[in-house]
């Protein structure tokens, strides 16, 4: 039985490599949390107990919440959590976390709306017949009228909008949770708490919308059932990743910041790139000015020809044959006229006849497992694997 976690998904999203290392090839890397995680962490963990004292009859004040966020934080604190932005200290974001409690109490006590039907709640959804959907909600409530509502905390620094919190994948995933077991919930809504900012963002999932979702899940598993490659993804979120020291993308990076500034350019990596884009640089004027000067040499062929009423001209081993060529222009791919093209096209029954195969985006839908399964057996059958070594220069990064 497969099973599937909105994070799991979402982390081949981001980086299929870093799915690979995490999730098949099971690596574990002997480092902490990130500060952020850790933030997080404990204030959840603080919002349980509170939740928990709630429901068996004991409100707790404002200062014994603080107490009980401060206790878990020293009590769960150790040396290897990860502090990756300069301007970020852990004592710092502990007084965050205790500004989001203070935030927090302060708007809901005496935290009595609605009944609480689970903390920390775990969830198994069966998608299909070998696939499972795992997820945790940090509070499930009951509202009057059979409204079911899935809280859940976010000690982010950023606050989305409300339409991105309208097309909240994870959101979506609860909103399916809650369904599968409440059939008969009339309405379910989502209440995200952005603890920083003393904000609630609430939205709503329809039936059509899960089912919706459930389609688009088995999709995105698909995908990566199919994959063959795991290429690494780079983004702002790599400086978090627990795999930065192994990942090949970052590798090379990693060694030359151990390089004293005296002698890195005389590192054989960094001096191979270096000669790499210089002559690449070379290539790029040369090929310029060539182009420049056959324009030129054109346009004077041209003259020459017309003056004389030529419509050949002849060189020493070459000749010229120098004519006005009508060729009709059409919108480019990008065009808003192309669409219109294509269709007339189809519409005259000359599709076949006219167009070519992508195969870049043959390549592509094959990769993101987005070919039926017959399809892809065929092109499999026909398509040969070759490895061939590619090199690609970027602008450097940070
Ligand atoms: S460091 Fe970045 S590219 Fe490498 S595995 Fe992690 S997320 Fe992917």
Redo the contacts with the bound molecule.
Sequence with gaps: MARYSYSKLETYA?????YK?RYIDRVRMDLGPTIESFLGSRVHDTLEWLYRLVNNGTLPTLSEVRERYHFLWEAEWTDDVRVIRPEVTPEGLRRVGERCLELYYNRHAPFDEGIVLGLEDPFAIRLDDDVVLNGYLDRLTRQDGDVYEVHDYKTSARLPTPEEAEQDQQAGWYALAVRERFRHASEIRLVWHYLRFDERLVTTRSPEQTERLKEDIRRRIKEVELARSFP????A??DW????T?????GHRLAVESIPDNTYLGEPGVALVNRLAALKDELKEFTQRKEREIAQVEEALHEYAHQHGYSVVVGSDMEAVVEDQEKVQFPKADHPDRTELEESVRAAGLWDELSNLDLAKLRRALADGRLPDRLRAEVERLGTQQTKPHIRLRKRRT
């Design positions: 981001t980086c299929p490599l870093q290392y690494p993804q780079e983004s979120l790599c990743c627990e795999y930065f192994i990942c090949p993308a970052k």
